[in-house]
Every structure is written in C-alpha cells, then in structure tokens.
Nanobody, 120 residues
Framework: QFRLTESGGASVQNGGSLTLFCEATGYTFTVGWFRQAPGKEREGVAV???????AYADSVKGRFTISRDSAKSTLDLQMNSLKPEDTAMYYCAASNKWSAGLLPTDFNWWGQGTQVTVTN
C-alpha cells in the first residue's frame, strides 16, 4: 500500500523558517504539499512533477521551495519568511497524473498531516 508520512511541523515566529519532510513508500509522477487551515478548504501549496517542473500557489511564491529525491522517495518543503496566515495543517500528497497541478482532486494518496503554526 502506498503511504506518505510527513514530519517537521512546529510552531515558529513570524518571519521564521521551517522545513517539512515527507517520506513515501513508493514513487509516483507528481507529489506535492497542500494545507488546510481551520474553517477553510484544503489548498495546494506546491507540487513537483517527474520532469522536475514545479508549481506554486501565488501566496507562497518566492518564499517556499519544493524539492524531491526520487531515489529516496522523499519530498521536502523549505518555507522561509513565514507569516501567521501560513498557519495550517500541511499534507503531503501523491498523484498518478503526469502533469497534476495544485488541485487536491488530482491527488490520489495523502499523508496524515503535520501542523505548522506561525505566531506574531
């Protein structure tokens, strides 16, 4: 069974940095990070495809960087200049679509999530 396990969530101050990690039991075409804040819908943060192309939500462009190590089946999300509005549960997800974008409905497998809290 394909499984994803996130780690790295923490509470950080406004302007701080944090790296999230995801380990997968297998390999798929597209992997990505999503987040969901209380009372809000799950939204795409960043995805990276098998050809190494990436897509980012406008709200995180220039601050977050997604990377993957295909040999190790790991996925990282480097987050800099964090803001209180980045506070959410962050999920790692995988898709069997070659060119999946930031839509949660494009993704087939999900981790349990890791909490990121940014305080003032």
């Amino acid at each position: 069974q394909f499984r994803l396990t996130e780690s790295g969530g923490a509470s950080v101050q406004n302007g701080g940095s944090l790296t999230l990690f995801c380990e997968a039991t297998g390999y798929t075409f597209t992997v990505g990070w999503f987040r969901q804040a209380p009372g809000k819908e799950r939204e795409g943060v960043a995805v990276i495809r098998r050809d190494s192309t990436t897509a980012y939500a406008d709200s995180v462009k220039g601050r977050f960087t997604i990377s993957r190590d295909s040999a190790k089946s790991t996925l990282d999300l480097q987050m800099n200049s964090l803001k209180p509005e980045d506070t959410a549960m962050y999920y790692c997800a995988a898709s069997n679509k070659w060119s999946a974008g930031l839509l949660p409905t494009d993704f087939n497998w999900w981790g349990q999530g890791t909490q990121v809290t940014v305080t003032n």
